[in-house]
């Protein structure tokens, strides 16, 4: 028999999946038309970032063991919300594999499977679900990005809404991203000789692929939306084609990758 988790990661994978499809018989905004693809998958990513991101807060908020051992401490729907996980990133994976060129989208995809195989510790061992719902933390950070995305290709950049979020964006990558990496980081160092070295590495090879694109993010938002913006203020005239170029087979595409490799 399979296990309750593997189960609930089955079900969360068919039901993004019917996410994706039902979306695209919804009208798509006129300003975003040009990239339905884009918009429905970000979309997607925001309402998995919304309830993971929420569900991971209130359940550490509330369930503080999970921090103070992140090995064997969990309520049993801790395990539901880590597998719900698992099912989106394989659902998206599949999403992208599906609409984009792997050349285009190999180091989202790279980073899809290094979550998925640290997620799945947790979900087919029972353990280590603390730890998870710990790293769920940041797509409290990654609901802002995708948000921000959204805005971009709404063309809605600039405006108070775009800068709002970038300035959210920046806040809890530092607060919700980088915190939480620190905090993981150390842990693994520090248990590194009662964890398995199996464990250890993978655990690691996560850790610093995620931090460094973390970082890259950061920095990226930084430039894009904070310094030029102030350096270089846009013309009115120029404000709807900011950020984009032409592209002849789906119509413009944004020249800001900043949320490029970091939907978790």
Known sequence: MAPPGLLVAGASFLAFRGLHWGLRRLPTPELAARDRWQWRNLCVSLAHSLLS????????????????????????????????SVGYFL??????????????????????????????????SGHYVGFSMVSLLLELNSACLHLRKLLLLSRQAPSLAFSMTSWASLAT??????????????????????????LVTLGGIGLVTVGVMSIVLGIRILVNDVLQSRTHPPSPGHEKTRGTRTRRDDGPVTRDNSTLSLKD
């Open 53 to 84: 991101g929420a569900g991971a807060l209130l359940g550490l908020s509330l369930h503080p063991q999970m921090a103070a051992d992140p090995i064997h401490g969990h309520p049993s729907w801790a395990l539901v919300l880590v597998a719900v």
């Open 91 to 124: 659902a998206d994976g599949a999403d992208l594999l599906r609409n984009q060129t792997l050349g285009k989208t190999w180091d989202l995809l790279c980073h899809h499977l290094v979550v998925v195989s640290c997620l799945s510790t947790a979900v087919l």
């Open 173 to 198: 990558l530092a607060l919700f991203r980088l915190v939480p990496l620190g905090w993981m980081s150390l842990w693994l160092f520090r248990q590194r000789h009662q964890v398995p070295l199996a």
